[in-house]
């Protein structure tokens, strides 16, 4: 206890020795800027979290915001002076080495003082409120030779939009430019927001680009805000007349005025499939013309080094292709005579980044002077792709190590197997539970092991359906995948699985990704040790045939919305997978007039098959408080129905918690279902999970960052069980048997990825006996530390 004391009493001493000493060597009238501090006193807004960042200067870096170590650095390797004549004394290169290490401490300044309160009264004007007051306060602490400014700010209220007006002289943009208003980042009795319109000038000159105006250049669109002796709006705010000027005048190269009337249509295209900035492209290359169809008019040339390989041909040396020239001519729709349009140059880039071929774009212009009517005001461009390749085979090694779970992962790919930007992906994995025992020692164990692999193909189309080929608006692909799984189970049994399954994927937007597989087939073989029979006896007959041999045929769909607000603070993402199998099977049987009955179920090729419904819903949201404070939170449900020539859901479909990402005060899968009690937490999985996630994550040091969080949730079976006591969700207690949990841990941000270090307690365990589910006090026993790689959502 003595000793605790003492430490406490020591600490206040050590920081005020770290702080004085990084100010020793300051002058009489120096100070040293320990903080910042921007105050709005009488409004709120989530703009004014960033106002921190137009204070200059900016003071020194403490560790874990307390210790300012570089400053003591450079301020205790200073040179040894005499004191009566102030001449150097002694000054080593360590001393010199240890300087550069530190860092001088930043002085209080007024100067900077004034120049941050002029930048603060800018921003606070382009946020619409023109009559901010802003007074800085200085906090001396004046035997420590320290200074700290908090900048106080009356914002007063905000100024509205009241009236909007166009004053556009070029009449071909006019029409263009007043037809699209509704789509305007400006609108009236709208708060004032310069950011907006940027953002409203940007719009317009895209607007008028999208229509074939080539030459339209940023400064001709400007905005007058009149402010004088405007009428308050309909809350009693004051308002502003916002004037949109298209002005051509301002414009004084007469060739480019001209040029800013034309429109401009596509015309041939320049594809370079392996551009390298260090060749001479005005010789020795070869050139090979190519015709996509007898509708599409456009002249496809591909440029390639005349160093790169040949192959011989009917008698002739013809360049060896990298791709299949139709491969890129499909999803690019810069095509001839189609009007210049920024919105189908940026569609073909984004698909040419889509075949994950190319590490760099870069699409150029060419003005086709031969073809230019200087009548008709028309004109046309060439388009130059010229496209950087990336590493066609890749290596990859993942390690994901948990404190209840250890992988390894390795993955071979290839991005052009057929010279279609095929991506083939084979992947191998092995993993091991990780357990921990105490005797006289701590003991590391494993129980469980798990190995496989995956063959899969990603092809830049649509198999099957032919026609969607057209729908040149969407991303997608097939995907073809076989894998195989392994897995043991402690010393209870050992399970194979193959499956096969093809997959459709298309991107209508930003968005949203649809994903439907029309076809999965796993075979599930498992091989029982000895015991596992009297293990499993202490489950009900119902709940042990989750543990058998059985064949899955589902149909598959998956939904991923993401959502993120212009200002980046909200993010929101949605996930719900849908899944059917066994029915169209169990149809088959139907109309075969083959009867199932309780002891004996219909067969798929001479083994069991499952039949069920299931689907999962995961919402997520994340608020952004500012640049380095967070509010992350999950909602996920699940439901599994076994039907018809099935009673119980398979284990490889079941739903279950615990580990370093869910739940995370109960180990892997030994949480559930429901309130069922049992001495002995063998493998836990049910019919219906929820779970409900909260946790702030903030900083501590550069990239030293915590998280304190709270997870709740169960599993639950889909149906009553007699042998296993409270174990089915009721409506009426379901929310009595919830889990509990709370912790707090570190995270090491190295931006690449992620390491996780939690400590997590539950507060409420359904699972235990009724009068022990509560936790009253910490129990060290009951602590879980989990580590883990990235966030657990």
Same mark, same amino acid.
């Given at each position: %206890?003595? /000793? *605790?004391?003492?430490?406490?009493? !020591? =600490?206040?001493?050590?920081?005020?020795? &770290? $702080?004085? +000493?990084?100010?020793?060597?300051?002058?009489?009238?120096?100070?040293?800027?320990?903080?910042?501090?921007?105050?709005?006193?009488?409004?709120?807004?989530?703009?004014?979290?960033?106002?921190?960042?137009?204070?200059?200067?900016?003071?020194?870096?403490?560790?874990?915001?307390?210790?300012?170590?570089?400053?003591?650095?450079?301020?205790?390797?200073?040179?040894?002076?005499?004191?009566?004549?102030?001449?150097?004394?002694?000054?080593?290169?360590?001393?010199?080495? %240890?300087? /550069? *290490?530190?860092?001088?401490?930043? !002085? =209080?300044?007024?100067?900077?003082?004034? &120049? $941050?309160? +002029?930048?603060?009264?800018?921003?606070?004007?382009?946020?619409?409120?023109?009559?901010?007051?802003?007074?800085?306060?200085?906090?001396?602490?004046?035997?420590?030779?320290?200074?700290?400014?908090?900048?106080?700010?009356?914002?007063?209220?905000?100024?509205?939009?009241?009236?909007?007006?166009?004053?556009?002289?070029?009449?071909?943009?006019?029409?263009?430019?007043?037809?699209?208003?509704?789509?305007?980042?400006?609108?009236?009795?709208?708060?004032?927001?310069?950011?907006?319109?940027?953002?409203?000038?940007?719009?317009?000159?895209?607007?008028?680009?999208?229509?074939?105006?080539?030459?339209?250049?940023?400064?001709?669109?400007?905005?007058?805000?009149?402010?004088?002796?405007?009428?308050?709006?309909?809350?009693?705010?004051?308002?502003?007349?916002?004037?949109?000027?298209?002005?051509?005048?301002?414009?004084?190269?007469?060739?480019?005025?001209?040029?800013?009337?034309?429109?401009?249509?596509?015309?041939?295209?320049?594809?370079?499939?392996?551009?390298?900035?260090?060749?001479?492209?005005?010789?020795?290359?070869?050139?090979?013309?190519?015709?996509?169809?007898?509708?599409?008019?456009?002249?496809?040339?591909?440029?390639?080094?005349?160093?790169?390989?040949?192959?011989?041909?009917?008698?002739?040396?013809?360049?060896?292709?990298?791709?299949?020239?139709?491969?890129?001519?499909?999803?690019?729709?810069?095509?001839?005579?189609?009007?210049?349009?920024?919105?189908?140059?940026?569609?073909?880039?984004?698909?040419?980044?889509?075949?994950?071929?190319?590490?760099?774009?870069?699409?150029?212009?060419?003005?086709?002077?031969?073809?230019?009517?200087?009548?008709?005001?028309?004109?046309?461009?060439?388009?130059?792709?010229?496209?950087?390749?990336?590493?066609?085979?890749?290596?990859?090694?993942?390690?994901?190590?948990?404190?209840?779970?250890?992988?390894?992962?390795?993955?071979?790919?290839?991005?052009?197997?057929?010279?279609?930007?095929?991506?083939?992906?084979?992947?191998?994995?092995?993993?091991?539970?990780?357990?921990?025992?105490?005797?006289?020692?701590?003991?590391?164990?494993?129980?469980?092991?798990?190995?496989?692999?995956?063959?899969?193909?990603?092809?830049?189309?649509?198999?099957?359906?032919?026609?969607?080929?057209?729908?040149?608006?969407?991303?997608?692909?097939?995907?073809?995948?076989?894998?195989?799984?392994?897995?043991?189970?402690?010393?209870?049994?050992?399970?194979?699985?193959?499956?096969?399954?093809?997959?459709?994927?298309?991107?209508?937007?930003?968005?949203?990704?649809?994903?439907?597989?029309?076809?999965?087939?796993?075979?599930?073989?498992?091989?029982?040790?000895?015991?596992?029979?009297?293990?499993?006896?202490?489950?009900?007959?119902?709940?042990?045939?989750?543990?058998?041999?059985?064949?899955?045929?589902?149909?598959?769909?998956?939904?991923?919305?993401?959502?993120?607000?212009?200002?980046?603070?909200?993010?929101?993402?949605?996930?719900?997978?849908?899944?059917?199998?066994?029915?169209?099977?169990?149809?088959?049987?139907?109309?075969?007039?083959?009867?199932?009955?309780?002891?004996?179920?219909?067969?798929?090729?001479?083994?069991?098959?499952?039949?069920?419904?299931?689907?999962?819903?995961?919402?997520?949201?994340?608020?952004?408080?500012?640049?380095?404070?967070?509010?992350?939170?999950?909602?996920?449900?699940?439901?599994?129905?076994?039907?018809?020539?099935?009673?119980?859901?398979?284990?490889?479909?079941?739903?279950?918690?615990?580990?370093?990402?869910?739940?995370?005060?109960?180990?892997?899968?030994?949480?559930?279902?429901?309130?069922?009690?049992?001495?002995?937490?063998?493998?836990?999985?049910?019919?219906?999970?929820?779970?409900?996630?909260?946790?702030?994550?903030?900083?501590?040091?550069?990239?030293?960052?915590?998280?304190?969080?709270?997870?709740?949730?169960?599993?639950?079976?889909?149906?009553?069980?007699?042998?296993?006591?409270?174990?089915?969700?009721?409506?009426?207690?379901?929310?009595?048997?919830?889990?509990?949990?709370?912790?707090?841990?570190?995270?090491?941000?190295?931006?690449?990825?992620?390491?996780?270090?939690?400590?997590?307690?539950?507060?409420?365990?359904?699972?235990?006996?009724?009068?022990?589910?509560?936790?009253?006090?910490?129990?060290?026993?009951?602590?879980?530390?989990?580590?883990?790689?990235?966030?657990?959502?």
């Amino acid at each position: %206890m003595k /000793a *605790k004391l003492s430490i406490l009493f !020591l =600490l206040p001493a050590v920081l005020l020795l &770290y $702080s004085c +000493n990084s100010t020793r060597h300051l002058k009489s009238n120096e100070y040293m800027l320990t903080k910042n501090t921007v105050k709005v006193t009488d409004r709120k807004d989530d703009a004014f979290a960033d106002l921190y960042y137009f204070v200059r200067p900016i003071p020194n870096k403490k560790f874990i915001d307390v210790f300012p170590i570089k400053t003591w650095v450079y301020a205790s390797f200073q040179p040894i002076v005499d004191s009566v004549s102030g001449e150097v004394i002694k000054d080593t290169k360590f001393r010199k080495w %240890m300087r /550069a *290490k530190g860092e001088a401490p930043i !002085l =209080l300044d007024t100067a900077r003082i004034e &120049y $941050s309160v +002029n930048q603060l009264k800018i921003e606070m004007s382009q946020l619409g409120y023109f009559n901010a007051v802003v007074v800085p306060e200085i906090q001396y602490r004046k035997k420590r030779k320290m200074a700290s400014v908090t900048y106080i700010i009356q914002a007063g209220n905000p100024y509205f939009i009241g009236n909007i007006k166009y004053d556009i002289d070029i009449p071909q943009y006019k029409r263009i430019i007043l037809q699209d208003t509704v789509n305007s980042e400006v609108k009236v009795n709208q708060q004032y927001n310069e950011d907006e319109l940027m953002e409203e000038k940007n719009r317009i000159i895209n607007s008028v680009r999208d229509k074939g105006y080539y030459y339209v250049p940023n400064e001709i669109v400007y905005f007058v805000v009149d402010t004088f002796q405007k009428p308050l709006n309909a809350k009693g705010y004051k308002t502003v007349d916002l004037e949109i000027k298209i002005d051509m005048s301002r414009v004084t190269n007469a060739s480019a005025a001209e040029k800013m009337i034309y429109k401009y249509s596509f015309n041939n295209i320049y594809i370079y499939t392996n551009y390298d900035p260090t060749l001479n492209y005005n010789a020795d290359m070869d050139t090979v013309t190519f015709y996509r169809s007898k509708k599409d008019l456009t002249r496809y040339f591909f440029i390639t080094p005349k160093s790169q390989a040949k192959v011989r041909r009917n008698g002739q040396y013809v360049v060896k292709r990298d791709y299949r020239y139709r491969t890129l001519t499909d999803i690019i729709y810069t095509k001839r005579d189609i009007l210049f349009s920024r919105y189908d140059v940026n569609r073909s880039s984004k698909r040419i980044s889509d075949l994950k071929n190319f590490n760099y774009t870069n699409i150029e212009f060419d003005e086709v002077e031969v073809k230019f009517d200087s009548i008709n005001k028309k004109g046309y461009l060439n388009t130059i792709y010229k496209l950087s390749r990336n590493k066609i085979h890749s290596f990859a090694t993942e390690v994901d190590v948990r404190s209840d779970k250890a992988n390894l992962s390795l993955t071979y790919s290839n991005k052009n197997i057929f010279k279609g930007a095929e991506y083939l992906n084979i992947n191998g994995y092995f993993g091991m539970d990780i357990l921990f025992k105490k005797t006289d020692k701590l003991i590391l164990y494993s129980n469980n092991a798990e190995a496989g692999g995956e063959l899969s193909i990603d092809f830049p189309r649509l198999f099957i359906f032919r026609k969607t080929q057209n729908i040149e608006s969407l991303r997608y692909s097939t995907r073809i995948k076989f894998g195989g799984h392994w897995q043991r189970a402690a010393s209870l049994y050992q399970r194979a699985i193959i499956n096969v399954g093809i997959v459709y994927n298309w991107t209508p937007s930003v968005r949203v990704n649809h994903q439907v597989s029309p076809i999965d087939i796993s075979v599930v073989k498992i091989d029982k040790y000895e015991g596992f029979d009297e293990v499993i006896s202490r489950y009900s007959l119902a709940f042990r045939k989750k543990y058998e041999e059985n064949v899955l045929v589902a149909l598959k769909y998956v939904f991923n919305y993401n959502y993120m607000s212009e200002n980046k603070r909200h993010n929101l993402s949605l996930r719900l997978r849908l899944e059917s199998s066994g029915l169209t099977v169990s149809g088959v049987n139907a109309l075969l007039s083959r009867n199932a009955s309780e002891t004996s179920a219909w067969k798929f090729f001479g083994l069991n098959y499952a039949t069920y419904e299931l689907a999962e819903i995961d919402l997520r949201y994340k608020y952004v408080i500012d640049k380095k404070n967070s509010i992350a939170s999950r909602f996920n449900f699940g439901i599994g129905i076994p039907l018809i020539n099935s009673s119980v859901l398979p284990f490889e479909k079941s739903f279950y918690l615990g580990g370093a990402n869910s739940m995370r005060a109960w180990q892997f899968r030994t949480l559930g279902p429901g309130s069922f009690y049992s001495e002995v937490r063998n493998e836990r999985n049910g019919d219906v999970k929820l779970e409900m996630n909260l946790e702030y994550r903030g900083p501590i040091y550069k990239f030293i960052k915590f998280g304190v969080f709270t997870d709740v949730g169960n599993i639950w079976l889909a149906k009553k069980d007699n042998g296993m006591l409270n174990a089915e969700f009721n409506i009426n207690r379901f929310y009595k048997e919830l889990a509990w949990a709370a912790g707090a841990g570190l995270r090491l941000d190295f931006s690449f990825f992620i390491i996780r270090l939690d400590v997590a307690f539950p507060i409420y365990d359904p699972n235990e006996l009724a009068g022990s589910r509560w936790i009253n006090k910490a129990d060290l026993k009951k602590l879980y530390i989990p580590l883990a790689i990235g966030y657990a959502f």
